[in-house]
């Protein structure tokens, strides 16, 4: 079956430093969503990457979907203390209403 | 408040017990989903429903039984659990038909089984 493997699991960082996380897919997906999910939250919808190479920005948050569309990565600079959660990728392939999550990268950020 | 409702926040059964989570979505979406969230595993689909059938059962044990009577609603019947049930159950919902969607979450059920 479909898997979507993301690392690393755990992150600590001090406030200003920079956070990558990375998922990896088994198969070539459809697209691919970030979520977060704040400590005692839901997870909460980020971005949809769609196309081969897709690179998208939203303030210091940077989203990219791989040439194969088999991975992707989130890129935070400058971490905040507000930056704090899990970040979750979930992907999907060509059957539409089944979106297969990875892991999480749970993000901690000392002020 | 995203436009998902989940009732109850939080639920401690016995594994004799029998208990219904409910949500309900706001949203005039007509996809909606029930996930499993354990500590240190990913958030596993268990059910999918769209425009009120079920389109996914992924492997899920039989003392889950979902139910959708419309487009708005959808229930997770539970029944003789056992421990390593224990999770947060997330009803999600998403707009249905296209594929390109993005999933609601509801604030979840916090499930603890004795």
């Known amino acids: 079956g479909q898997q979507v493997m993301q690392i690393p699991q755990y992150q600590h960082v001090q406030e200003g430093e920079d956070f990558t996380t990375y998922c990896n897919s088994s198969?070539?997906?459809?697209?691919i969503q970030w979520y977060k999910q704040r400590p005692g939250g839901h997870p909460v919808f980020l971005i949809q990457?769609?196309?081969?190479?897709e690179v998208k920005k939203q303030k210091r948050l940077t989203f990219q979907f791989g040439e194969a569309k088999k991975n992707s990565s989130l890129h935070i600079t400058a971490t905040q203390t507000t930056d704090v959660g899990t970040y979750f990728c979930?992907?999907?392939?060509?059957?539409?209403?089944?979106?297969?999550f990875g892991s999480g990268t749970k993000l901690n950020v000392k002020p | 408040e995203t436009g998902v409702t989940q009732t109850p926040r939080h639920l401690v059964m016995g594994m004799t017990n029998k208990k219904s989570l409910k949500c309900e979505q706001h949203?005039?979406?007509?996809?909606m989903y029930w996930y499993k969230q354990s500590a240190k595993k990913p958030l596993e689909l268990m059910f999918v429903?769209?425009?009120?059938?079920?389109?996914e059962n992924n492997s899920v044990p039989s003392r889950f039984s979902p139910e959708c009577p419309n487009s708005s609603h959808l229930f997770l019947h539970l029944h003789t659990l056992q421990p390593e049930d224990s999770a947060l159950y997330l009803c999600?919902?998403?707009?249905?038909?296209?594929?390109?969607?993005?999933?609601?979450f509801g604030s979840g059920t916090q499930l603890s089984v004795l």
């Open positions: 949203l005039g979406h007509n996809a």
């Open positions: 999600a919902s998403s707009q249905g038909g296209t594929t390109n969607e993005k999933l609601f």
């Open positions: 979930a992907g999907s392939g060509y059957n539409f209403n089944k979106f297969y």
């Open positions: 429903y769209s425009l009120e059938e079920r389109v």
């Open positions: 198969t070539t997906l459809s697209n």
């Open positions: 990457l769609v196309k081969s190479g």
